[in-house]
């Protein structure tokens, strides 16, 4: 019995938003308890799941890929369930990807673009195609989701995606939505702060609303009411200055009160948006990381940058080199280290000894070493979240490669 079959659990009754980590359970890739250790390292470092469960060695970036593809054709309807398992049962025994399975069993992939994030925004004119390129090159080295590199390279806003994911959503679950439709609700997106009214003659809208989507229960809203009423301050103000929401949260119910006021959504649509952007945030989870729960090997590898070949090119050279085994022995101060493996263990949750290391056995990218230790050092000084950091340092990567590989 393979590996599959013995760890698939044929489970028909998936809820229709096909979560990523119930599908990598139903695959037979990964066990219950996978997904714990994921979203525990997923909700403390503010990465993605996919991403941590790599971090973790739970899974490869390459078998990530295909259960992110599979979920999307399973959200599209392009293929059910029973073709979803029979495909990755075909891909685990023949190790091939998961489009080549579908291919193997006679699947017809014609709508795969149909409703992809990517093609939404670029027909809706939100974005144009050299960017999708950049958009998607990035989201594929750093592994993060699309949608997040796009805000985070300010090629949309994060309403703009909100909206989006929301479109999405309701033409995956059959409602028609014509070309001209969707620019006209991406357009409304657009709003800026600048442009809203007052938060003290519309505070009674905005309260209705957070209660409404579940931000904030009518006590909480009531005691922030009779407080920010002795300061003076706007309400949605006083709920941000109080850790009541966050302040992407109020921009958000900001935009939406004004087009619900300007009778450009409904009430019961700007509600679900508000819902949405809160079941995204909580996937995200908030960034407050310590060296303890967020290491510098863990940014790197998170990266994608400190991969198996590379950790494989240091253990190599402290084997071969024991006058530099000595000295980051005596940089870590540590002597349960009793070999090389251990000792790479532990200077990967060492910073300074990490970053020494590695600059010693690859010289040649020095630049691309201070650039990571730099951004890692923003992430802990709370400059810049995980994932901002992860796409900068892609791009910064990249474009360091790019130059030293011009001819002369």
Same mark, same amino acid.
């Given at each position: 019995?393979?590996?599959?079959?013995?760890?698939?659990?044929?489970?028909?009754?998936?809820?229709?938003?096909?979560?990523?980590?119930?599908?990598?359970?139903?695959?037979?890739?990964?066990?219950?308890?996978?997904?714990?250790? /994921? %979203?525990?390292?997923? $909700?403390?470092? *503010? =990465? &993605? @799941? #996919?991403?941590? !469960? +790599?971090?973790?060695?739970?899974?490869?970036?390459?078998?990530?890929?295909?259960?992110?593809?599979?979920?999307?054709?399973?959200?599209?309807?392009?293929?059910?369930?029973?073709?979803?398992?029979?495909?990755?049962?075909?891909?685990?025994?023949?190790?091939?990807?998961?489009?080549?399975?579908?291919?193997?069993?006679?699947?017809?992939?014609?709508?795969?673009?149909?409703?992809?994030?990517?093609?939404?925004?670029?027909?809706?004119?939100?974005?144009?195609?050299?960017?999708?390129?950049? /958009? %998607?090159?990035?989201? $594929?080295?750093? *592994? =993060? &989701? @699309? #949608?997040?590199? !796009? +805000?985070e390279l300010n090629f949309i806003s994060q309403d703009t995606?909100?909206?989006?994911?929301?479109?999405?959503?309701?033409?995956?679950?059959?409602?028609?939505?014509?070309?001209?439709?969707?620019?006209?609700?991406?357009?409304?997106?657009?709003?800026?702060?600048?442009?809203?009214?007052?938060?003290?003659?519309?505070?009674?809208?905005?309260?209705?609303?957070?209660?409404?989507?579940?931000?904030?229960?009518?006590?909480?809203?009531?005691?922030?009411?009779?407080?920010?009423?002795?300061?003076?301050?706007?309400?949605?103000?006083?709920?941000?200055?109080?850790?009541?929401?966050?302040?992407?949260?109020?921009?958000?119910?900001?935009?939406?009160?004004?087009?619900?006021?300007?009778?450009?959504?409904?009430?019961?649509?700007?509600?679900?948006?508000?819902?949405?952007?809160?079941?995204?945030?909580?996937?995200?989870?908030?960034?407050?990381?310590?060296?303890?729960?967020?290491?510098?090997?863990?940014?790197?590898?998170?990266?994608?940058?400190?991969?198996?070949?590379?950790?494989?090119?240091?253990?190599?050279?402290?084997?071969?080199?024991?006058?530099?085994?000595?000295?980051?022995?005596?940089?870590?101060?540590?002597?349960?280290?009793?070999?090389?493996?251990?000792?790479?263990?532990?200077?990967?949750?060492?910073?300074?000894?990490?970053?020494?290391?590695?600059?010693?056995?690859?010289?040649?990218?020095?630049?691309?070493?201070?650039?990571?230790?730099?951004?890692?050092?923003?992430?802990?000084?709370?400059?810049?979240?995980?994932?901002?950091?992860?796409?900068?340092?892609?791009?910064?990567?990249?474009?360091?490669?790019?130059?030293?590989?011009?001819?002369?």
């Amino acid at each position: 019995m393979s590996t599959y079959e013995r760890r698939s659990k044929k489970n028909p009754a998936l809820p229709p938003d096909f979560r990523l980590g119930q599908l990598l359970i139903q695959f037979g890739i990964v066990t219950g308890e996978d997904i714990s250790r /994921g %979203l525990r390292l997923s $909700s403390g470092a *503010g =990465l &993605p @799941l #996919g991403k941590a !469960l +790599v971090l973790l060695d739970c899974i490869s970036d390459m078998v990530l890929q295909d259960v992110v593809q599979a979920q999307s054709m399973l959200r599209d309807g392009l293929i059910d369930l029973s073709q979803a398992n029979e495909a990755f049962e075909i891909s685990s025994r023949m190790k091939i990807s998961i489009e080549k399975a579908l291919v193997v069993l006679e699947v017809r992939l014609g709508g795969l673009d149909c409703t992809r994030l990517g093609n939404l925004l670029k027909a809706s004119h939100k974005i144009k195609k050299d960017q999708l390129e950049v /958009g %998607l090159r990035v989201a $594929s080295n750093s *592994g =993060l &989701p @699309l #949608g997040q590199v !796009l +805000v985070e390279l300010n090629f949309i806003s994060q309403d703009t995606l909100d909206v989006t994911l929301r479109l999405q959503r309701e033409l995956r679950e059959g409602e028609p939505i014509s070309n001209r439709a969707l620019k006209k609700e991406l357009r409304k997106a657009d709003i800026t702060l600048p442009q809203l009214p007052t938060l003290d003659t519309q505070k009674v809208m905005l309260g209705e609303l957070l209660v409404e989507s579940g931000v904030v229960d009518s006590t909480a809203l009531e005691r922030a009411l009779n407080a920010q009423q002795n300061n003076s301050m706007p309400l949605g103000q006083f709920l941000v200055e109080t850790n009541v929401i966050s302040d992407r949260i109020l921009k958000l119910a900001l935009n939406l009160q004004l087009l619900i006021f300007n009778k450009k959504t409904t009430r019961e649509s700007a509600i679900l948006t508000i819902k949405q952007a809160l079941e995204q945030a909580a996937k995200q989870g908030d960034f407050n990381p310590s060296e303890d729960s967020f290491s510098f090997g863990d940014f790197l590898t998170a990266s994608n940058y400190l991969n198996i070949a590379r950790e494989q090119e240091v253990v190599d050279k402290l084997e071969q080199d024991a006058i530099l085994c000595a000295r980051m022995q005596r940089m870590l101060q540590d002597k349960s280290a009793q070999d090389v493996r251990s000792l790479m263990k532990i200077a990967l949750k060492n910073k300074a000894v990490l970053r020494s290391l590695l600059i010693e056995v690859m010289p040649h990218e020095r630049e691309v070493l201070d650039c990571a230790y730099v951004l890692y050092l923003m992430i802990l000084q709370k400059k810049m979240t995980s994932c901002q950091a992860i796409v900068d340092f892609t791009i910064k990567r990249n474009r360091i490669m790019c130059a030293h590989q011009k001819p002369a």
